[in-house]
């Protein structure tokens, strides 16, 4: 299995978010967005904004398995 480390920010997520928007025009907003969290190592899109906000800054571990899973459930 593939797994990409990334850093994550905010406006990382915002760019995610918005090429999925018209990648995935038919899937609800709020179920891309739990996908992104999922892909990105997180139990929520809110988790994942709140660590993508921390001083710190975060590597994500990209897995597009997950991703694809939330979406499928």
């Given at each position: 299995m593939f797994i990409l480390k990334i850093p994550a920010s905010a406006g990382g997520i915002d760019l995610i978010k918005a090429e999925l928007t018209?990648?995935?025009?038919?899937?609800?907003?709020?179920?891309?967005?739990?996908?992104?969290?999922?892909?990105?190592?997180?139990?929520?899109?809110?988790?994942?904004?709140?660590?993508?906000?921390?001083?710190?800054?975060?590597?994500?571990?990209v897995r597009g398995d997950l991703f694809t899973a939330y979406l499928t459930d």
């Open positions: 018209h990648k995935l025009p038919d899937v609800k907003s709020s179920h891309r967005c739990e996908a992104i969290a999922r892909g990105l190592g997180f139990r929520t899109y809110a988790a994942a904004l709140a660590a993508a906000k921390a001083e710190t800054p975060i590597t994500a571990h």
